[in-house]
């Protein structure tokens, strides 16, 4: 007994293939949202402890902050 498989619309590895570069996107621009975020926070912070923790003031500040979260 033999089993035939088909696949609708054409080939799967192409769709697969636009959804996972579809969900990368995403994937990549969230993680830009939430450094921004992040860069707000420690933005508030005062210089001393910014040191502390191995930030500096000027490179947080050339990666931007974000004004509203979602």
Not at 21 to 41: C, I, S
Not at 46 to 69: F, I, N, P, Q, W
């Amino acid at each position: 007994m033999a089993i035939a498989t088909t696949t609708i619309g054409g080939s799967s590895r192409s769709s697969n293939g636009f959804v996972r570069r579809a969900f990368d996107r995403m994937v990549e621009a969230r993680e830009k949202q939430a450094r921004k975020y992040v860069n707000g926070y420690l933005l508030s912070l005062d210089d001393a402890t910014l040191t502390a923790h191995g930030y500096k003031r000027s490179e947080l500040e050339r990666e931007g902050t974000a004004g509203m979260v979602f």
